[in-house]
């Protein structure tokens, strides 16, 4: 099966940034399309950002648009999500999740594999 550890998460300045990893462990993680969402308190689970396995195909939310970068690095079996320009409406528990295909896509549902969280907190 597939394991996935956040780290990075912390509190941060409005108009800051910070940069959260994912570290991924399982035989087939590298085949997997990834993606990272996020949910606030009181708010349903939102779709920030995927990729493919093979880097190609990115898709992110018109909120964090411009503003957050998804990378990963199948060699080490770790994502990572760049996040500038925060503002205090991202704070949130940040999730890394991967599917059991190749294909990114949008939808929560679609991932099979979630990691714990970790806490961003934008203060303004």
């Known amino acids: 099966q597939v394991q996935l550890v956040e780290s990075g998460g912390g509190l941060v300045q409005a108009g800051g940034s910070l940069r959260l990893s994912c570290a991924a462990s399982?035989?087939?993680?590298?085949?997997?399309?990834m993606g990272w969402f996020r949910q606030a308190p009181g708010k349903e689970r939102e779709f920030l950002a995927a990729i493919s396995r093979d880097y190609r195909n990115i898709y992110y939310a018109d909120s964090v648009k411009g503003r957050f970068t998804i990378s990963r690095d199948n060699a080490k079996d770790s994502m990572y999500l760049q996040m500038n320009s925060l503002k205090p409406e991202d704070t949130a528990v940040y999730y890394c999740a991967a599917r059991s295909s190749s294909v990114a896509t949008v939808t929560p549902g679609d991932y099979r594999y979630w990691g714990q969280g970790t806490q961003v907190t934008v203060s303004s």
């Open positions: 399982g035989r087939f993680v590298s085949l997997y399309a």
